[in-house]
């Protein structure tokens, strides 16, 4: 029907008026057809009669469509206007407590035309409503990660969100740091190594792709995860600009929803910008940590980290050895060959040592020459032949330069907790420079062991 009006209603009433007009001038014609006496249906009265009546059938349809149509369709844009009023005020305040899906819900009491409007009103506002969430859940990943630059306690708070929002159960979050496969966080797998080795994590990663596993309910599989079997994993690399930083594993007792599937490609590229961010900032602290020139610990870090060690010692009742560590005749060194010269010989010196110490173990430059070897978890005895190995393999060091070799011995002084009870650092490395100061004096090249019975002059 083409609109007369802008309103719905006087339309009605307009086109059932005409209807009434017509239906009332085509009765008296239509009773002649049905053997009705003409000269009575022709009757102006008869003709004038019929047009009331259709006039009055056609209000009286104007009046039940206006109390029972109009009624409801004037309920459904009331509720409208407070569920409007309500998704405006939270815009603005934040809050959208007083406008879940259940508190903004319309009644559907109809199965008609009506009740499909309300019903597709309530699927607007549940979209609404979880737009709003998922945008919330970004913004909160976001925040939360872009705040935290520590890889270990950024990979623990990203799981932890991801969890969250996914409804997984368990999952972890593994570093590729140049080639190699790191477990940064994880919750409720069970063996997190043994899936550094899954083809899917390596094919994930070499394809850039997300890869889901689907397991049926009557496939048997190892017992990887804990205290759940799992329904699906997913397996999402945490990319950068073309580059595999690194992957998240998630798992679910009951499969991922789309809107988990979303949820978790928006949390992957938030991810791996915050994760490129900190591997950033944890390359350029390793380089402010590092003494330019050997590749050791500068002396600020170095000392942080003998405070770290010292107190885990103290905490856990463990041991730990520190050495002070000298390079004998160095100044002839460098008035000889040069200073250039020196510095390779530092260097050579440092490398020498790093082969024989363990990765938990740290050396630092202490000043010039000076070295200090921190050794967590041995005591004296085991320290002492760790220091005794690096004096034998400095010496048998030969540093070839303009066809002359250059030879280099250490003097070395161990010092080590709890044998000797210290509460702070500085006190400890006093001890291993007096028998440093020891080993000098009686003619270097050699380790001595710090003893508070001995007076070192």
């Not at 607007?124 to 939360?144: D, G, Q, Y």
């Not at 740091?177 to 063996?191: C, D, F, L, T």
Request: glycine share 6%; hydrophobic share 45%; proline share 3%.
């Amino acid at each position: 029907m083409p609109r007369l009006t802008k309103r719905l209603f006087d339309d009605l009433a307009i086109w059932m008026a005409i209807l009434g007009l017509i239906v009332g001038f085509l009765f008296p014609p239509f009773t002649v057809l049905l053997g009705f006496n003409p000269e009575q249906a022709y009757t102006l009265t008869f003709w004038g009669t019929c047009t009331i009546a259709g006039l009055l059938v056609a209000s009286l349809n104007y009046t039940l469509a206006n109390k029972i149509v109009r009624t409801r369709i004037l309920l459904l844009a009331e509720q409208m206007r407070m569920v409007e009023k309500a998704i405006h005020n939270a815009t603005y305040s934040g809050d959208w407590s007083s406008c879940d899906p259940s508190k903004c819900h319309m009644v559907i009491d109809s199965e008609d035309e009506l009740g499909e409007s309300a019903k597709t009103f309530n699927d607007l506002v549940f979209a609404l409503f979880r737009s709003h969430e998922v945008e919330t859940a970004i913004s909160e990943f976001t925040k939360a990660l872009s705040k935290q630059l520590n890889l270990d306690l950024l990979s623990k708070k990203a799981l932890e969100l991801m969890l969250h929002h996914t409804s997984a159960v368990a999952g972890m979050v593994i570093t590729n740091n140049k080639g190699e496969q790191i477990v940064m966080a994880n919750y409720g797998i069970r063996e997190p190594a043994q899936m550094l080795n899954s083809d899917h994590i390596k094919k994930a990663i070499k394809y850039r792709t997300v890869i889901t596993i689907k397991i049926p309910e009557d496939v048997k599989i190892e017992a990887v995860m804990a205290d759940f079997r799992p329904a699906e994993v997913i397996v999402v690399p945490i990319d950068f600009k073309d580059n595999v930083l690194g992957v998240v594993v998630l798992a679910t007792s009951s499969g991922f929803s789309s809107d988990a599937c979303w949820m978790i490609e928006f949390f992957r590229q938030g991810f791996g910008l915050a994760l490129h961010n900190a591997v950033i900032h944890s390359q350029m602290q390793q380089m402010a940590a590092l003494d330019a020139l050997t590749g050791a610990l500068d002396r600020r870090f170095g000392m942080t980290r003998l405070s770290e060690e010292l107190s885990r010692a103290i905490r856990a009742e463990s041991s730990l050895s520190v050495m002070m560590v000298d390079l004998d005749h160095f100044k002839q060194i460098n008035d000889v060959y040069g200073h250039l010269i020196g510095d390779k010989v530092l260097i050579e010196t440092v490398k020498k040592i790093r082969r024989i110490l363990r990765e938990s173990d740290a050396i630092v430059r202490f000043g010039g020459e000076e070295f200090l070897i921190i050794v967590p978890g041995e005591e004296t005895q085991a320290a002492k032949l760790v220091g005794e190995r690096i004096c034998s393999a400095v010496a048998d060091m030969n540093i070839q330069e303009d066809g002359q070799i250059i030879k280099v011995t250490l003097s070395i002084g161990l010092a080590s907790y709890p044998e000797n009870d210290v509460d702070k650092p500085d006190i400890l490395i006093r001890y291993a420079d007096q028998a440093l100061y020891h080993s000098k004096s009686a003619g270097r090249n050699q380790l001595t062991v710090f003893d508070p019975l001995c007076t070192y002059a």
